[in-house]
C-alpha cells in the first residue's frame, strides 16, 4: 500500500479497541474433491489442431526438448499465428512409463536393488561352461518370477496415472471462435485440443483448464474467485480481476471472438506468484501481473461464467512446471533392505575367500596326486591358482541361497495387501464428502507413519482449520465463556469520556454444561434471531447476548466492525444465507456478528447491506445500507485491513489487524483501554487462542477529502 494511505490509516484508529478471539478445530484435513467434469460423448474434431503426428508425439513425451523461449508472444485467437512458435498442446503426462520405455526403464528401476543385480551376475556365471554344478534355469526362473512380478505391479500402478490423465485430458472445454464470416461459433472440445491464444469460456466449479489471462466475468467489476487448493494447499477463495479495458467485454461472444490482443510475457517458469507481461490492444498497452492470471490446477468459485485467453498450456503452466518429472521413489524398507543385502554380500564374500585360500593350499599341497583319479576338465585348470579361480565361481553358485531374493517377491505381495486393506479401511471413510481412502500407489504404503519431523507456518496446514468465535473484549471488558483455569477478572477503566465498573461476569454455569446441553442452550440463548447460524459456533455469554440486543453503544460499533471490515461474499443457496470467505478467520468473525444481530446480507462495488433488529423490537428486522469509499486491502506488509464507508453522512474508518500494528496506531484516549486489552490478550494467547483487534475512527469531510486525494496520488 502507498506510504499516503499508511500514514492516514495511523492516525486513524481511536475510539474503539477490541479484540475477537478464535478457536482452532483441530480435525484431519481429509476435505477432498470427489467431483469429475462429465464429458460430452461426442466432441468436435479441431482440423486447426492437426500437426504432424510425429513431432506431437515426441515432444509430448520429451517435453523439455523444446526450444528455449527468451520471451512468449500470445495472438488472441490466432492459432495459424501462435502455431509458428510450436508453443506446447495441452496434453499433460504424469504416468513414468509408456509402451517402449516400460521394459528398458522398469528393468533399471529393478537393477537397483542389489540382490537383483546379484543374481544377474550369477545367472551369467552359470552360464560359463564347466564352472556351475547345477543348470542355469535354476536361478533364470525365480529372477524372472521376481522381475514379472514387480513389472505388473508397477505396470498396474502406471496405468491408474494413464487413466487419470485420460480423464484430464478429455474434460470438456468451450472455446469461442469466428468463421470468415465473423459470425459467432460454439466449439466446445477437449482439454488437449486447447491451443495457446484460445479464447475460453468457464462455468461455476470448473476446473481452470490451463494458465489464462482473465479477460471478463459475471461478477461486479469482473471479479473473479478461486480456488486454489492443488497448487498451496489453501482452500480459501482468491481473487482475480481483468484489466477495465477488456471487462466490459461480458459475455458478448462476438466481441470477444474480435478480441485479438497481443500478449507479450516472461516465458514459462514455476513462479506461482509472479507474473509479468503487458497486453497491447488497440494501440495501446496494458500491464499484467499476477492478479490478471488463473492458473491450471485452480477451480473457478462463486462466479457464473468467466472468458480468459489461454497463455501457457500443457507443460508450459505454472503446476506441472512445479511437478517436475516423475521419479522412481525408494522407501526407507527398500533402501534398509538393500543395506542387509550388503551386509550378506559381505559375509558372502568372506565365506569365498576362505575358501578360495583353502583351495590355492589344498590344490598347491594334494591337488596334483588327485589327478590320477580325477583329471583336469580343461586346459584352463593346468595350476593350482587357475583351479582356485574357478573354484571361486563354482562356489559363488552353491551359496547363492544365502542372499534371499525371495524377500522381495514377499514384501511386493504385503504392499499390494496394505494398499487393499487401506481402502477397505471403514475408520478412513470421510462421510462430509462420502469419499473412502484411496492408495494411489503400492510403492509407498509403508511410509505412512514414519514421520520424524513437521515443519510448518500455520495451523492450518495440519487442521481442517475451522475457527469458532469465543470471547471478547471491548474497551477493556472481557465477555465469553469463563474457563476453569481462570477466573473472570475484575477492572475498571477510565478513559476519557467512558468510566466502566466491574465487568459482568459470564455464565458459569454454562461454562460447565455437556457438549449436547451447551448445543440446546446456544439455541435458546440465540432463538430471538431468525438470520444465526449456530453451526461450530459456541459463545454462551447470555448478558453480552442481551447488551447487543439491548444496541449497547460499544457493542455495537465492535460488530459494525466485523460486520463491514472484510472481503466476504454473501450468497444464498436454497433459501439459506452462505458467506464465501477468503480465509476461515473472516468467515468465523463475519458469523459472529450474524449471531449477534448484525447480518450482512449484501455486497455491491460500492455499497454493503446489514440486516438489523429495530431499536425496542424483538421481531422487527431493518436494511441498513452504508456506502463503501475505500478498502484498503490486508498484505504482509501492513499487517491489517481498513474499510471507510459513510452511513448517515457520517464518514468511519474501521480497521483490523494484528495487535501491535492497531495498538501503535491508536489515540492518546484509548491508552487505558490498551493497557487492559494487553492483559486480556495475554490471558487468551495462554489459553491458545488465535486473537485480532479490531478498531475505528470518525473523519470529518475534510479528513477524508484530503487523504483521498494523497491516496489516489499514490496509487
Not at 465473423?182 to 491464444?197: C, I
Not at 494501440?283 to 457464473?304: E, F, H, M, P, S
Not at 511386493?412 to 478412513?428: A, F, P, Q, T, V
Request: some cysteine.
Amino acid at each position: 500500500m502507498a506510504d499516503h494511505a499508511g500514514d492516514e490509516d495511523r492516525s486513524s484508529d481511536g475510539l474503539v479497541s477490541g479484540e475477537a478471539a478464535a478457536a482452532d478445530v483441530d480435525q484431519e484435513d481429509r476435505d477432498t474433491d470427489k467431483e469429475e467434469d462429465a464429458v460430452p460423448e461426442k466432441l468436435a474434431d479441431d482440423d486447426e489442431l492437426k500437426e504432424k503426428w510425429y513431432r506431437r508425439a515426441f515432444f509430448t513425451v520429451f517435453p523439455k526438448l523444446r526450444r528455449v523461449e527468451e520471451r512468449r508472444q500470445v495472438y488472441s485467437n490466432d492459432r495459424a499465428r501462435n502455431k509458428a512458435f510450436k508453443y506446447a498442446n495441452n496434453i499433460v503426462i504424469t504416468s513414468k512409463y509408456n509402451i517402449i520405455t516400460f521394459v528398458p526403464l522398469n528393468l533399471f528401476e529393478q537393477f537397483l536393488r542389489v540382490a537383483n543385480t546379484y543374481f544377474l551376475i550369477l545367472l551369467i556365471i552359470q552360464l560359463i561352461p564347466g564352472v556351475s554344478s547345477v543348470p542355469f534355469y535354476s536361478t533364470l526362473v525365480p529372477l524372472i518370477g521376481v522381475l514379472a512380478v514387480t513389472a505388473v505391479k508397477d505396470a498396474y500402478d502406471d496405468v491408474k496415472r494413464h487413466y487419470s490423465d485420460w480423464r484430464i485430458n478429455n474434460r470438456a472445454a468451450y472455446r469461442v471462435l469466428s468463421n470468415g464470416a465473423h459470425e459467432k461459433m460454439k466449439q466446445h472440445l477437449r482439454w488437449k485440443n486447447v491451443q495457446v491464444g484460445d479464447v475460453l469460456r468457464l462455468q461455476n466449479n470448473d476446473f481452470i483448464t490451463a494458465d489464462m489471462m482473465v479477460l471478463s466475468s459475471s461478477e461486479p467489476n469482473s471479479l473473479v474467485y478461486i480456488e486454489t487448493a492443488e497448487l498451496d494447499g489453501e482452500t480459501n477463495l482468491k481473487v482475480r480481476q481483468p484489466i477495465p479495458e477488456t471487462s466490459h467485454l461480458q459475455s458478448d461472444e462476438e466481441k470477444l471472438t474480435a478480441f485479438d490482443g497481443l500478449i507479450e510475457c516472461e516465458p514459462p517458469n514455476n513462479r506461482l506468484h509472479k507474473f509479468v507481461g503487458t497486453l497491447h490492444w488497440n494501440d495501446k498497452d496494458y500491464a499484467l501481473d499476477n492478479d490478471k492470471i488463473i492458473l491450471r490446477g485452480c477451480r473457478l468459485r462463486n462466479t457464473k461464467w468467466m472468458y480468459g485467453v489461454v497463455v501457457y498450456a500443457g507443460h508450459d503452466t505454472k503446476l506441472v512446471q512445479n511437478s517436475g518429472s516423475t521419479k522412481f521413489k525408494r522407501t526407507h524398507l527398500d533402501r534398509t533392505m538393500n543395506t542387509l543385502v550388503f551386509f550378506i554380500l559381505a559375509t558372502l564374500g568372506t565365506l569365498l575367500t576362505i575358501c578360495w585360500i583353502g583351495s590355492i593350499v589344498f590344490e598347491s599341497v594334494y591337488g596334483v596326486d588327485f589327478t590320477v583319479y580325477v583329471p583336469y576338465y580343461n586346459s584352463l585348470q593346468d595350476t593350482p591358482a587357475e583351479v582356485s579361480f574357478l573354484q571361486i565361481l563354482s562356489n559363488t553358485v552353491v551359496l547363492n541361497t544365502l542372499v534371499p531374493i525371495s524377500l522381495y517377491v514377499s514384501v511386493e505381495i504385503i504392499r499390494l495387501g496394505l494398499s487393499l486393506l487401506i481402502n477397505w479401511d471403514e475408520k478412513m471413510y470421510y462421510e462430509v464428502n462420502g469419499i473412502p481412502a484411496q492408495a494411489r500407489t503400492t510403492t509407498l504404503n509403508e511410509e505412512l507413519g514414519q514421520i520424524e519431523y513437521i515443519f510448518s507456518d500455520k495451523t492450518g496446514t495440519l487442521t481442517q482449520n475451522i475457527m469458532s468465535f469465543l470471547k471478547c473484549t471491548i474497551h477493556g471488558v472481557k465477555h465469553g465463556e469463563t474457563t476453569m483455569e481462570e477466573p473472570p477478572m475484575e477492572q475498571e477503566v477510565t478513559t476519557g469520556k467512558i468510566s466502566r465498573g466491574p465487568s459482568p461476569a459470564p455464565d458459569t454455569e454454562a461454562a460447565m454444561l455437556g457438549p449436547e446441553e451447551k448445543k440446546e442452550f446456544i439455541k435458546e440463548l440465540f432463538k430471538w434471531n431468525p438470520h444465526a447460524d449456530l453451526t461450530d459456533f459456541n459463545f454462551v455469554d447470555d448478558k453480552f447476548v442481551e447488551m447487543c440486543r439491548n444496541r449497547d453503544p460499544d457493542v455495537e460499533d465492535f460488530f459494525r466492525v466485523l460486520s463491514l471490515c472484510h472481503t466476504v461474499l454473501p450468497q444464498e443457496e436454497n433459501g439459506v444465507l452462505v458467506y464465501n470467505a477468503q480465509s476461515p478467520d473472516e468467515a468465523a468473525l463475519v458469523s459472529a456478528a450474524r449471531n449477534f444481530g448484525y447480518v450482512f446480507v449484501a455486497r455491491s462495488p460500492f455499497a454493503i447491506t446489514l440486516k438489523r433488529l429495530c431499536k425496542g423490537s424483538t421481531d422487527e428486522w431493518i436494511d441498513e445500507e452504508f456506502e463503501v469509499l475505500n478498502i484498503l486491502d490486508f498484505n504482509n506488509e501492513r499487517k491489517r485491513m481498513s474499510v471507510i464507508v459513510k452511513h448517515e453522512d457520517k464518514i468511519t474508518l474501521y480497521c483490523k489487524g494484528a495487535d501491535s500494528i492497531v495498538f501503535a496506531r491508536l489515540d492518546e484516549t484509548s491508552k487505558d483501554a490498551m493497557q487492559t486489552t494487553l492483559k486480556h490478550l495475554s490471558h487468551y494467547a495462554r489459553e491458545g487462542l488465535r486473537t485480532l483487534v479490531v478498531a475505528q475512527k470518525h473523519l470529518t469531510r475534510e479528513e477524508y477529502s484530503q487523504w483521498a486525494t494523497q491516496h489516489h496520488a499514490a496509487r
